[in-house]
């Protein structure tokens, strides 16, 4: 299978702790990008990569939440001292500069 | 900003009903336009998209056409199934899809046999 994966799907976690998650894009492409969902809403953008270089990090929620893509590959989401308002489904999805954006399958994160 | 406003759901059709779900967008600029589909269990699907003006994307039946005079892009078909049962979002792109997506709330639709 050569989509996007993410890791873990499921994350339970209790307020105060941190977590982090992966993404895996699809082997080519070059851009990632990770979006956060909450019940009954459209993904929100929260930042995105080109390779190792992460172009906007501007709308990432908080100084709680970074991200790291350090090869141009993989990337990690953390998020430090969770809070019940992060529990959320959080996207990654990969691309280039000429196609659309594929996403993962997601993790839920559930705070406590 | 750049904004997505699609019609409130939950629509629920009988099998082989006409469907249409609006969406409209505010941008600067000519942005490109896409309709996501979310079914239950999985990730978010590109279902079609359209990159200018006049265009028209279609793809298992699904039809969108870009209409830049009223800002809209809405999602038709000619004959749901029940497998079509989803979530759908509307989506823009201030180019062909390869910078952050801006998306609506999405609107649930349900088929009934």
């Known amino acids: 299978d050569t989509g996007v994966s993410q890791d873990p799907r499921h994350k339970i976690t209790k307020r105060g702790q941190n977590v982090t998650f992966r993404c895996d894009p699809i082997?080519?492409?070059?851009?990632l990008y990770w979006y956060r969902q909450t019940l009954g809403q459209g993904p929100e953008f929260l930042t995105y990569?080109?390779?190792?270089?992460?172009?906007?990090k501007s709308r990432l929620l908080s100084d709680r939440f970074s991200a790291e893509r350090p090869k141009g590959s993989f990337s990690t989401l953390e998020i430090q001292r969770t809070e019940q308002g992060d529990s959320a489904m959080y996207l990654c999805?990969?691309?280039?500069?000429?196609?659309?954006?594929?996403f993962g399958p997601g993790t839920r994160l559930t705070v406590l | 900003g750049d904004s997505v406003t699609q019609m409130e759901g939950p629509v629920t059709l009988s099998e082989e009903a006409f469907l249409t779900i609006n969406c409209t967008y505010t941008a600067t600029g000519y942005p490109s336009l896409f309709w996501y589909v979310q079914y239950p269990g999985e990730g978010l699907q590109l279902l079609l998209k359209?990159?200018?003006?006049?265009d028209k994307g279609s793809n298992k039946g699904f039809e969108a056409t870009y209409r830049k005079e009223t800002t809209s892009f809405h999602l038709e078909k000619g004959s749901v199934q029940v497998s079509d049962s989803a979530v759908y979002f509307c989506a823009l792109s201030d180019t062909t899809g390869n910078t952050p997506l801006v998306f609506g709330k999405g609107t649930r639709l349900s088929v009934i046999a």
């Open positions: 359209a990159t200018k003006a006049d």
């Open positions: 999805a990969s691309g280039t500069e000429y196609n659309e954006q594929f």
């Open positions: 990569f080109q390779n190792e270089a992460q172009l906007e």
């Open positions: 082997s080519e492409h070059n851009r």
